[in-house]
């Protein structure tokens, strides 16, 4: 079975300041890997995606996320946060072609102060 | 293009009161989920239908009822209302089983006093 773990439950920072949101996660297989974002009151939206390739990948809003197999992480940065990135932050992961079904971690919740 | 609308936005039950959360997609997706969120607890999957006709459970189905009325609609029901079934549900799709991104609606705030 597969499991994600999101080592910080809120992260405060200033703004313009960098940041990293720490997502590990469980598989004896290999996985796909996601970053969903949520703001106040609403659904989630998709952040950026790992399928395969390049281990470093770029999202919207200046995020990016580094898969590291042997450390079993997907850590989330962004080098200049705004007071606008303020939102929930969930990393997921899927098992390719054996289910349709998203895992997800229990969120971190950034806060940015001016 | 709406993409997945929910309703309603809000809903307070007394205990043993039923009711069907809606959800509606038009981007044309195979895939519908629903999902029950609560603080420090993530998203959990309560159902899901990777195809119109079908329909499985997910991590906590109990104490719920899923109906995929046609491709465009899923909806949830809830026969006897409980307090541990307070709790914001979020409807979600997808286009296959291999396009993993899904899109969520805004979400529908439950309440069962």
């Known amino acids: 079975a597969q499991s994600v773990t999101q080592l910080d439950s809120q992260v405060p920072v200033f703004e313009e300041a960098p940041v990293e949101l720490r997502c590990n996660y469980s598989?004896?297989?290999?996985?796909?890997l996601f970053w969903y974002v949520q703001y106040p009151n609403q659904g989630l939206q998709l952040l950026l995606k790992?399928?395969?390739?390049?281990?470093l990948v770029k999202g919207i809003n200046g995020f990016e996320a580094e898969f590291n197999k042997s450390q079993t992480s997907f850590h989330l940065r962004k080098p200049s946060v705004h007071i606008s990135d303020t939102a929930e932050y969930f990393c997921?992961?899927?098992?390719?072609?054996?289910?349709?079904?998203?895992?997800f971690g229990t969120g971190t919740r950034l806060q940015v102060f001016p | 293009n709406a993409g997945v609308t929910q309703t309603p936005k809000f809903q307070v039950l007394k205990t043993g009161q039923s009711m069907t959360l809606q959800c509606a997609q038009d981007?044309?997706?195979?895939?519908m989920y629903w999902y029950r969120q609560d603080p420090g607890m993530g998203l959990r999957l309560i159902y899901y239908?990777?195809?119109?006709?079908?329909?499985d459970k997910g991590e906590v189905p109990n104490g719920y009822n899923v109906s995929r009325l046609n491709k465009r609609e899923f909806s949830l029901r809830l026969e006897s209302a409980a307090p541990s079934q307070t709790s914001v549900y979020f409807c979600?799709?997808?286009?296959?089983?291999?396009?993993?991104?899904?899109?969520f609606g805004p979400g529908t705030r439950l309440t069962v006093t």
């Open positions: 979600a799709s997808s286009l296959n089983r291999r396009e993993y991104e899904q899109y």
């Open positions: 239908s990777a195809s119109e006709g079908t329909t």
């Open positions: 981007m044309n997706h195979n895939s």
């Open positions: 790992y399928l395969s390739g390049s281990t």
């Open positions: 997921a992961v899927s098992v390719p072609y054996n289910t349709d079904k998203l895992i």
């Open positions: 598989s004896s297989v290999s996985v796909y």
